[in-house]
């Protein structure tokens, strides 16, 4: 985690309201489903476009507000959260609002000491950009239950 | 009385657990049984679409969620509780760890592995 991300949780578990401090609660669970090797799809986080960038997400949906973190794979299965953002206030999925985030994302991400464009020495599938290969194991883009 | 915030992330830790069972026995069912989310969805009484966001994330998941989405393939949860103490623990917890911590310094490194090496087998033997 970035310091930006540790620190809003941090905050977050401290909020006085019963509510607000459950949704943090939830987050770090997400968090730590990750971590903990949990089974991951892209429904739980996932690569935005365009790839090339390197941008993704971590999905916490509810309770409500809806929260994203962002972030960049350092290596395979080292997912490094920057920031987190609530899902309303960033728009559609090309807004500025959403674009700005990853741009956030990426000065946490240099501020942090990591290798940043076009990325030295750092983790990609460019141009395969294979879920699988971010998350080696208990991980698909979709779950295996037909429609 | 507030519910303390480590209690909230323990039940969400739990449920993101429960989803992944679940949600691996649907996989299961997917693969053997050619189940699929219509059927799912037919069994429960809910839209296929209603099944598809269910499926999205555990967030919003209750026991019933969990007892319908099994009932639909034909399964159940079996249900077993294991205390604190009596959970197998990681290596950080091991009391050997906490000599290692305590115990930096290069030249006792044998001596600890010996501790180490006791102290496991100690806990292999108590089990």
């Known amino acids: ?147 | 009385m507030n519910r303390p915030y480590e209690i909230a992330v323990f039940a969400a830790r739990n449920r993101n657990r429960v989803y992944e069972v679940v949600v691996k026995a649907l996989e299961k069912a997917a693969a053997e049984k050619n189940i699929n989310r219509k059927a799912i969805a037919k069994a429960i009484g809910r839209s296929p679409s209603q099944v598809s966001t269910t499926l999205s994330g555990p967030s919003n998941w209750t026991l019933d969620t969990v007892s319908d989405l099994l009932r639909a393939i034909g399964a159940e949860m079996d249900y077993s509780v294991v205390f604190d103490e009596e959970r197998h623990k990681s290596n950080m917890y091991h009391p050997a760890a906490q000599y290692e911590r305590a115990q930096p310094d290069a030249t006792i490194v044998s001596a600890m592995t010996t501790v180490t090496l006791a102290e496991l087998a100690k806990v292999e033997m108590a089990r």
């Not at chain 1, 076009?118 to 950009?129: N, R, V």
């Open chain 1, 1 to 147: 985690m970035c310091k930006p991300l540790y620190e809003a949780i941090d905050e977050g578990k401290l909020d006085a309201d019963e509510g607000a401090r459950d949704r943090w609660a939830q987050l770090e669970a997400d968090i730590g489903s990750f971590i903990e090797g949990g089974l991951m799809t892209d429904k739980l986080i996932k690569q935005l476009k365009d790839e090339k960038y390197e941008h993704w997400e971590l999905i916490s949906r509810r309770p409500k507000p809806s929260l994203r973190v962002f972030g960049r794979f350092a290596k395979p299965d080292v997912f490094v959260g920057t920031h987190v953002v609530m899902r309303k206030l960033m728009g559609g999925m090309w807004s500025p609002q959403y674009e700005h985030e990853k741009l956030v994302s990426e000065d946490h991400w240099k501020a942090a000491g990591l290798p940043i464009e076009p990325f030295p020495g750092a983790f990609t599938d460019a141009p395969f950009f294979r879920y699988e290969r971010y998350i080696t194991e208990n991980a698909r883009r979709k779950l295996e239950v037909p429609a």
